[in-house]
Every structure is written in C-alpha cells, then in structure tokens.
C-alpha cells in the first residue's frame, strides 16, 4: 500500500444511473419526500429545463433558468429569492457545473436540497464544494449542505452535447482525479477512483478522436463518460484541491475565462509544474492514460481534441499573467510543490503562449 498513513471519510449520494433514467426523476423527488421542485439551467438549456418542469406536472415549482458560469453572486441571490418565492422543496440542476453550483449557491444560504441531473462530466454533483464569485474573485468553500441529494446520470442527456464539449470537460474531470492522486489528504481508496475515473475517461476522449466528425457517438461511450466523471468528481469530494483547481478558479472568477476550457488548457502545464514533487502520483497519471509521460499525454489529448491549447485563445490578455500568479501565490493551500511566483508567472506564459509544458 502505498499511502502507509490515511484518514478516509466519504460523502455519498444517491445514484440513478443509466439510459432514460431521467424518466425516473419524478419517483425519486417521491422517494426523497419532496413535493416541489424548483428546476435550474443556463438561458441555452431552458427548453430542457422547460420539459423536465413539465414531466414532473404538480411536483414542479417553476423554473430558473438564468444560470451563469461562475455563480456571480448576484445569480445567486436572485436564485434563492426566487425559490422562496415559488414555495420549493428542492432544487433539481438540469445541466453542467454552472447550473449545479447555482443549486450549491441556493443550498448554502437556504439549506434547500438539490438535485442534479448532469448534462456534461463536470463532475461537480459529486462534490460539497462550491464557488461564487463577487467582486471579480471566485470564493471556493466545502459545506455537506450542498452535496446534492440525488444524482441522476442519463446517458441520454448527452447525445446532443457537441464533441468539444464533451472532451474539455472530460479534461475537466481527469483534473479533478489528477489533483487527487497527490493530495495531501488522499487514501489508497481515492487513488483507485482517480486511476479508474482517469482512465475511463481518457478511453472516452480516445474514442471520440477516432470517430469521423459525422458519426453518432455509441450509447456505451457516452455511459462510459459519465462513469468516469462520477469517480472524478467523487476523488475531488473527498480531497483538498491544489494548485491546478486554484489557479483556474483564479482564471475564471478573476478574468471570466471559461470554465471547461480553461481546465484543459491549464491542466497539461499544472501537472508539470508538480511532477517534480509528485513522481508516483504521475506515474499513477502516466499508467491510467497509457502514456510515457502524465503532462505529455494530456497535453497530446489536448491537442488532438480541437479544443483551444492556450490562454490567448482564450481572450486573456498578456498582461493579466502577473495579476493571475499574485493571486495564486498569496492564497495559500495544500500543493506538493511551493508555489513560487516566478516559477507560477512561467507556467502561465507558457500556457498562455501554447506551448508544451516543462517542468
């Protein structure tokens, strides 16, 4: 065993997973004791929104559906005042991380349950951790009130879901099974989910690149997928976040960079940054995708992906790079290596630039 001392505890929801299981969202508020339910999305999910709302007939209390990424505050109270208003039990999170921590958001203030219904492998419906932004800075907390109740994982639901989507935040999830393999808190039970959770979605993004562009993705690839984000997201629960979940928290709160994308942009350069640090975690990394080289491998599916591969892309500006290693460097938080702002502002400018990562 390779972590000769650990402290494990685990947070679990309920799991309903597989191909039209949402048509059992309605028995579940039923088995939960929940009557009214407030339904949340993005403006671009409404209509999804709009049906599930309408499937759940007398259960439904409405629907928000002006979700944003990051949780600007603001969201975020208007988000509460509103299922006061409509008189909710629950909230049910139709859609990505946006849509699920604006549910977190409502459930810190409010204690109302949620439940999450995961449209992408953002894998934050496994996790109490949630993040709302004010005054241009993202505020990242743990609070069990937040982690959703009930989480449903249709398949289904992604069939529409374009393929770039799919792989920035199938990158999303192998950062949070990545970071997990050398956090300080981690058990050799979460380093089995991170190993698994980073291999099956890397088979996923494996298996998109050799699709042609018109071909419909199999149903066993998609389930696959959500596999994989569930243990993801369920290693992150359980563990305390370094400097890859950080900085990215910093890009998007900060600079409104996009969530998804700036995850996989930063996640090759993050994880070289660490290696020296972290050897078995990155020979873990290296073994789950296949490769000589954990940094190289994710930089390589980057890459193929047809994804953005840099900052720039991005639309952060060069000189924000400074303003972006300040803030890393002075909120401090469990990391194997130091976080050094002249090593950090190298890391940002090669990722800026799109260039390889170097340790």
Not at 153 to 162: F, G, M, N
Not at 260 to 287: C, F, I, Q
Not at 316 to 323: K, N, R, T, V
Not at 351 to 356: E, F, I, N, R, V
């Amino acid at each position: 065993m390779e972590r000769e001392r650990f402290v494990h505890q685990w947070q679990a929801s309920r799991v309903v997973f597989g191909a039209g299981s949402l048509d059992r969202l309605s028995d579940e508020l039923k088995t939960l004791g929940f009557s009214r339910a407030l339904v949340l999305s993005t403006p671009p999910q409404a209509g999804l929104a709009a049906r599930v709302a309408a499937a759940l007939g007398e259960r439904t209390a409405g629907v928000f559906d002006r979700a944003v990424m990051h949780v600007p505050i603001e969201t975020a109270r208007e988000a509460r005042a509103h299922a006061l208003e409509s008189g909710a039990d629950c909230a049910v999170a139709v859609g990505g991380g946006s849509t699920i921590g604006l549910g977190k958001a409502i459930a810190l203030e409010s204690g109302l349950p949620v439940i999450a219904v995961p449209t992408t492998l953002a894998g934050s419906e496994m996790t109490p951790i949630y993040g709302i932004t004010e005054a241009g800075l993202k505020k990242t907390g743990r609070d069990a009130k937040v982690l959703p109740r009930c989480v449903i994982y249709d398949p289904e639901l992604l069939r529409t879901l374009p393929r770039t989507m799919v792989v920035s935040s199938g990158l999303n999830a192998i950062a949070h099974a990545a970071e997990g393999l050398y956090a300080q808190d981690g058990s050799p039970i979460t380093d089995l989910m991170a190993e698994e959770g980073i291999r099956a979605t890397a088979q996923v993004l494996f298996t998109l690149r050799s699709l042609p562009a018109d071909a419909a993705v199999p149903m066993e690839t998609l389930a696959q997928a959500l596999h994989g984000a569930w243990l993801c997201g369920s290693v992150l629960g359980a563990v305390a976040m370094g400097l890859h979940h950080k900085i990215c928290h910093t890009l998007g709160g900060s600079f409104n960079l996009p969530h998804a994308e700036t995850h996989a942009v930063m996640l090759p350069h993050t994880l070289a940054y660490n290696a020296p640090s972290a050897p078995r975690a990155m020979a873990r990394l290296a073994r789950a995708l296949g490769e000589v080289s954990g940094p190289l491998g994710v930089h390589a599916l980057l890459h193929d992906s047809g994804l953005p591969v840099s900052l720039r892309e991005l639309g952060l500006p060069e000189s924000a790079l400074g303003h972006a290693a300040d803030i890393a460097v002075h909120s401090p938080y469990p990391n194997p290596r130091a976080l050094q702002r002249v090593a950090l502002l190298a890391m940002l400018q090669r990722a800026w630039a799109g260039l390889p990562p170097q340790s």
